[in-house]
């Protein structure tokens, strides 16, 4: 017997066309020149408030060193070393540490304030991605250290400004800036210099990393952004005065 005829229909294949392909594509580029520089934004956003977070934790075990020590300061001098580079004393809040060549955080663990800290990357801003200068190895890696120390604050001798020992010498602690996240051209020993009228020298100068404005921590324990722009007049607001 022979079996019936059967017929098939063959439904057309779908799927995207080129026009359609060249639309879609053209769509998603849209949408991701529309989302990636609020991305970007919020990214930094979060970076800088993770710095200010860094600052605020050094300055805590600051006052708490201050505290322990009959409100005298830690040590921020520094000096020159054999190789031209400016490096803090061994005692200092940083130990001996140059932020240029320091190829590991061994000098910040000798700061007389990292017991209070207890990590070594609360020292370095999470935006800085400068590297030491010298290194042995195929790639530089990161600095280990970004921020920087008022130096009035128990610094070196300097005709500029006038040095503090003792947290009892300053009167007014929500306005004396301590902490500092400070230019990678300018990063080297622990100590920021701010000198005062009539001198408009910045020898030191704050980081640019996060945008106009700068994330730095107050002898009062509070830390913010201030847009210091260029002027050193702006940083002379925020040291300690003269008598």
């Given at each position: ?73 830690p ?43 207890g ?11 400068s ?25 070196y ?55 106009s ?31």
């Amino acid at each position: 017997m022979q079996s019936p005829t059967r017929t098939f229909s063959v439904a057309p294949l779908s799927g995207f066309t080129l026009v359609e392909m060249l639309v879609s594509l053209a769509i998603i580029g849209v949408l991701a020149a529309l989302l990636l520089p609020g991305l970007s934004q919020a990214k930094g956003k979060g970076q800088r408030l993770q710095c200010l977070n860094h600052l605020r934790q050094l300055q805590l075990a600051y006052l708490s060193y201050a505290d322990d020590h009959n409100q005298r300061l830690p040590r921020n001098s520094a000096y020159q070393d054999s190789n031209g580079y400016w490096r803090s004393v061994t005692n200092a809040w940083c130990g001996p540490s140059a932020a240029q060549v320091d190829v590991d955080t061994t000098a910040i663990k000798a700061g007389v304030i990292f017991p209070y800290v207890g990590s070594d990357r609360l020292y370095h801003c999470p935006s800085d991605f400068s590297t030491i200068a010298r290194t042995t190895t195929a790639t530089a890696p990161l600095r280990t250290r970004s921020y920087a120390l008022n130096g009035a604050l128990r610094g070196y001798s300097n005709e500029w400004y006038r040095m503090v020992s003792s947290l009892s010498e300053v009167t007014s602690p929500g306005t004396v800036l301590s902490f500092i996240d400070e230019h990678e051209d300018t990063v080297d020993d622990g100590h920021f210099i701010i000198h005062l009228p009539p001198s408009v020298h910045a020898p030191n100068r704050p980081a640019v990393r996060h945008g106009s404005s700068t994330p730095v921590s107050f002898l009062d324990g509070h830390s913010e952004a201030i847009a210091f722009g260029k002027d050193a007049r702006v940083l002379q607001r925020y040291t300690v005065p003269r008598e």
